[in-house]
């Protein structure tokens, strides 16, 4: 498609339970990035994939974070056991290029609002 | 470590020009991105900067001294339809787990008529 898609729009889970985001990027872009954000304030990286290889997983709480792309699905972020602090709006972005310009010109999707209770 | 600073909020006028400034102390930097979010929903890009000086789109332009570790972005002709949150962005180097956007906490601008 021509646009990042992202479902659900809202998600509620109570706290212990899991919650699975998905995203499809955009048709031909080959790098897919996951965003936090918190309050409408800064946008925490997660992590990257190219294609369905993770690219860079540096902003990732390995601990209950964990994501794939895979060929053919859409992208998705799983949170085990959820916990009050992971309330926030998940956003996908995806990009295409070269790196350089993969890195700075990103297409976000609408976000999945995760409220966690 | 790395930071970026911009101004929590900004008001002006419509009609008015508004330029909203970035400082930021990072190593490896590469390049300055800015991206418009409305109310919370899907961030769009605006602009990228590379290199010193200004670029042009339209009524917004972005501005980058490496000299100084600072940007702006200038927004012309303001409009209602501006008011919105404006996050910049550094693009380190690509090397090890550089690959990714760090990202500022975004200023929130009011256009009033």
């Known amino acids: 498609g021509e646009e990042v898609a992202q479902t659900p729009k809202h998600l509620v889970r109570g706290e212990g339970q899991k919650a699975k985001l998905y995203c499809a990027p955009i048709k031909g872009h080959s790098y897919v990035f996951w965003y936090q954000q918190v309050l409408k304030n800064e946008f925490k990286f997660l992590i990257s994939f190219q294609n369905e290889n993770v690219f860079d997983e540096t902003g990732m709480p390995k601990e209950r974070f964990s994501a794939k792309c895979l060929p053919n699905s859409p992208c998705s972020l799983e949170i085990q056991a959820t916990k009050l602090e992971d309330s926030a709006v998940y956003f996908c972005?995806?990009?295409?290029?070269?790196?350089?310009?993969?890195?700075?010109?990103?297409?976000f999707g609408p976000g999945t609002r995760l409220t966690v209770t | 470590g790395q930071s970026l600073e911009q101004p929590s909020e900004v008001t002006a006028v419509e009609g008015a020009i508004v330029q909203i400034n970035c400082t930021y102390q990072?190593?490896?930097?590469?390049?300055l991105s800015w991206y418009q979010q409305h109310d919370g929903g899907a961030p769009t890009f605006l602009s990228y900067?590379?290199l010193d000086g200004l670029e042009e789109t339209g009524r917004f332009s972005s501005f980058l001294s490496r000299s100084d570790s600072y940007g702006y972005l200038l927004l012309q002709e303001l409009q209602m339809k501006d008011s919105a949150s404006y996050f910049c962005?550094?693009?380190?180097?690509?090397?090890?787990?550089?690959?990714?956007?760090?990202w500022g906490l975004g200023t929130s601008l009011a256009v009033n008529p």
């Open positions: 962005a550094v693009r380190r180097n690509n090397a090890g787990n550089n690959r990714k956007l760090i």
């Open positions: 900067n590379a």
């Open positions: 990072t190593s490896g930097f590469y390049g």
């Open positions: 972005a995806s990009s295409q290029g070269f790196l350089a310009r993969a890195t700075y010109e990103q297409y």
